[in-house]
């Protein structure tokens, strides 16, 4: 019961810390803190060590990252967050690539009858499969909820179509900013 009941208060405590920030008072951490600057000094003296292979010093680089995370998001801030940039494109380009393998799926689901009727009461009536699958597709990445708000934060100017473009050929332009949409779709649909 013991252990339980410490499980559950790590994990509400894990909580508030990440939610609001909150900390044990100092005496509590002083063992972490002495631990943490030991760790970050042997790290800092193979990070600047002239002679250090890149595999060492990427390795320094990472545990330094580890244990000062708040000094990393601090500079990444100062560089215009570029880090936090890349970490962010990096899940939307990831979820975007599973949005693009649907197309198959629809491909499927649009050769059954049955299913297109109940696809076209969802999605609107259309002839054109193709079409279809687009407003599949384009009703997939609304529900996608952090790729839809990455797409309408990070290019502000497109419209859904273009959205649907981009996760299309997502494999080519990876969601980068400089990302120019096909005026046209692709025969990726296909």
């Known amino acids: 019961m013991k252990f339980v009941g410490g499980v ?7 909580f508030v810390y990440v939610r ?25 003296i193979d990070l600047f060590r002239p002679e250090a292979s890149d595999d060492v010093r990427r390795r320094a680089f990472s545990i330094i990252m580890s244990q000062k995370a708040d000094e990393i998001v601090e500079v990444d801030r100062e560089l215009g967050s570029p880090l936090m940039e890349e970490i962010l494109r990096r899940k939307a380009f990831r979820e975007s690539k599973q949005l693009r393998h649907q197309m198959s799926a629809y491909e499927m689901a649009i050769d059954k009858p049955t299913l ?6 969802k999605h609107g009536k259309t002839e054109d499969n193709e079409e279809l ?9 609304h529900e996608a909820e952090f790729t839809s708000w990455y797409l309408r934060t990070r ?24 990302t120019r949409v096909a005026a046209q779709p692709q025969s990726v649909l296909q």
């Open 133 to 141: 699958k687009r407003r599949m597709l384009l009703s997939a990445i």
């Open 8 to 14: 559950l208060l790590g994990v509400v405590m894990t």
């Open 155 to 178: 290019f502000p100017r497109l419209t859904p179509s273009d959205w649907i473009d981009l996760v299309l050929n997502v494999y080519e332009n990876e969601l980068r900013p400089d």
């Open 20 to 44: 609001y920030s909150w900390q044990m008072p100092e005496i509590t951490r002083l063992p972490g803190n002495i631990s943490e600057a030991a760790i970050v000094t042997t790290a800092g």
């Open 116 to 121: 297109r009727k109940t696809l076209e009461r």
